[in-house]
């Protein structure tokens, strides 16, 4: 196939290119897309050099698949030209998130159809929530979540990088938070809305009434950010209809796909962002019941952001498109 990877230069494209060499994904042509004043530079892909287009010479070249991380206002102007001339779109920004196919394609990737042509991307602290949900739900159906986020810098992207580097090394440069992020936790992830909640933390509310497909979850979350590069963290607390058993817990968690559970407090096993990163598995960990409510547990998940929930999950929405004759 003929395949566009546009922002092929920020964080999370160049996550993409490195997924895309290292499954395999059968790619005839290889083209990619960054900013105007980047037209002309080169990124490395299975020890070649590509020479970085435009994103209207991209257009012209007719690709098969387009996948997006660029920005939200990029995927509304560009998604639907790329559709135009008979294209598949994946796009990671929020863009297309409420309006659009929105797959965890371990969760719903079975709902798409060849009707499907722009395909959103969920939010990344989406992803490794439901990814650890999905199983438990599925048998003892859940009423409401309450989750607290502990977000890496790199969800923010290379200048929130740059800012806690700088302040590590004492160096004054552009901020990308209103705040020191160094020694520091700010619990302010994306811009707020009208009713006291950030964007970030209401993706995680609709989201999860869209993807497990069940407007009766309540959700609250809030979602924090802190000096970590490795990946995201959330403590997760579930109340269930049904009453649990621990043991099946672990046993339906272990048995899903993408999932890992790192669970043994006694010789301190548990998941942790220093080990997640550069890793595609959600891990989940700290599982036990609580005791101040009935049918009600706790959880620890952990996932790399840039990885499953971000490029990692668009190149295998990709893959389910392609073996699945929908591309």
Sequence with gaps: MKVVVVGATGMVGKVMLQILEERSFPISELFVVASYKSVGETLSFKNKNLTIISIEDAVSERPDLAIFSAGGNVAL????????????VIDNSSAWRLTKALIIPEINGNTLTKEDKIIANPNCST???LMALKPLHDVYTIKRVVISTYQSITGTGVKAVRQLENEINEVKGEMAYPYPIHENALPHCDVFEDNGY?????????????????????????AVRVPVKGGHSESVNVEFDTDFDLSNVRQLLHDFPGVSVQDNPGVNTYPMPIYAEGKDEVFV?????DFSQEKALNMWVVSDNLRKGAATNAVQIAEHLYKNDLI
């Design 77 to 88: 102007e560009w998604a639907p030209r790329f559709v135009e001339i008979g294209a598949k």
């Design 127 to 129: 992803i490794q929530l």
């Design 198 to 222: 950030t964007k970030e933390e209401m993706k995680l509310v609709r989201e999860t009434k869209k993807i497990m497909g069940d407007d009766s979850i309540e959700v609250s979350a809030t």
């Design 285 to 289: 960990g700290r599982i036990r019941r």
